[in-house]
């Protein structure tokens, strides 16, 4: 098991969760605006950060969860807020809420644009998953078994895209490492987040081996 708890085939090498991004070529300016998840988040994270072998802090998967525009509806907010607290109490998470592109503009124009600043919004080296209605469906053990080979991999950010209300633009499906659908049916974007959000939860506790999947 990794020092969360979470059961890995082999001791992976993660980025610390607090560490500061640099790209080619970039000065350091201000990082991305982020929506915080919780007020506690951060203080949860370090409170938990594991220590390595020598007393080194061990390094971790961070897990993003990227979305076009702000979370509009009341109970999916409050239901958000319920799920990542839970959340942080296995790995760093972090939700990247984008700004809306403004419009009116034709749809493959509007889907262009929101892939751009979703992908320029991206950690370096990140693992993008993009949530698509028409990408693969897996069941949740299979999803979870999924997430465990990245970790295994030493993967230092993965990030999960919630699209705009046309959808993915067809840069970040090149981009994405699995597009993956939650449901043939059709959902409200604000209600895919929370959606999922719970969907990650219930695989954390899988991993750890804890029984909420069966509750």
Same mark, same amino acid.
């Given at each position: 098991?990794?020092?969360?708890?979470?059961?890995?085939?082999?001791?992976?090498?993660?980025?610390?969760?607090?560490?500061?991004?640099?790209?080619?070529? %970039?000065?350091?300016?201000?990082?991305?605006?982020?929506?915080?998840?919780?007020?506690? +988040?951060?203080?949860?994270?370090?409170?938990?950060?594991? +220590?390595?072998?020598?007393?080194?802090?061990?390094?971790?998967?961070?897990?993003?969860?990227?979305?076009?525009? /702000?979370?509009? @509806?009341?109970?999916?907010?409050?239901?958000?807020?319920?799920?990542? /607290? %839970?959340?942080?109490?296995?790995?760093?998470?972090?939700?990247?809420?984008?700004?809306?592109?403004?419009?009116?503009?034709?749809?493959?124009? +509007?889907?262009?644009?929101?892939?751009?600043?979703?992908?320029?919004?991206?950690?370096?080296?990140?693992?993008?998953?993009?949530?698509?209605? /028409?990408?693969?469906?897996?069941?949740?053990?299979?999803?979870?078994?999924?997430?465990?080979?990245?970790?295994?991999?030493? @993967?230092?950010?993965?990030?999960?895209?919630?699209?705009? #209300?046309?959808?993915?633009?067809?840069?970040?499906?090149?981009?994405?490492?699995? #597009?993956?659908?939650?449901?043939?049916?059709?959902?409200?974007?604000?209600?895919? %987040?929370?959606?999922?959000?719970?969907?990650?939860?219930?695989?954390?506790?899988?991993?750890?081996?804890?029984?909420?999947?069966?509750?």
């Amino acid at each position: 098991m990794d020092p969360y708890g979470l059961r890995l085939a082999r001791r992976p090498y993660f980025l610390r969760a607090a560490a500061r991004l640099l790209r080619p070529g %970039r000065t350091l300016g201000r990082l991305p605006r982020l929506r915080r998840a919780g007020a506690a +988040q951060a203080a949860d994270a370090r409170e938990g950060e594991p +220590q390595a072998r020598g007393g080194r802090r061990a390094r971790i998967v961070k897990l993003w969860l990227a979305a076009i525009g /702000k979370t509009k @509806t009341p109970f999916v907010a409050d239901g958000l807020a319920h799920y990542e /607290k %839970r959340l942080v109490r296995y790995l760093p998470y972090e939700r990247l809420e984008l700004p809306d592109v403004k419009g009116p503009l034709p749809e493959a124009e +509007q889907k262009r644009r929101e892939a751009e600043r979703l992908l320029a919004a991206l950690p370096h080296g990140a693992t993008l998953v993009a949530l698509d209605g /028409k990408g693969k469906s897996l069941a949740t053990e299979a999803f979870a078994a999924w997430l465990q080979g990245r970790m295994n991999a030493g @993967t230092a950010h993965i990030v999960f895209a919630v699209g705009g #209300a046309y959808g993915h633009g067809e840069d970040v499906l090149r981009r994405a490492e699995l #597009a993956l659908s939650l449901s043939p049916l059709t959902f409200p974007h604000d209600l895919v %987040r929370l959606i999922f959000a719970e969907q990650l939860y219930r695989i954390l506790t899988i991993l750890k081996g804890e029984p909420y999947h069966h509750g």
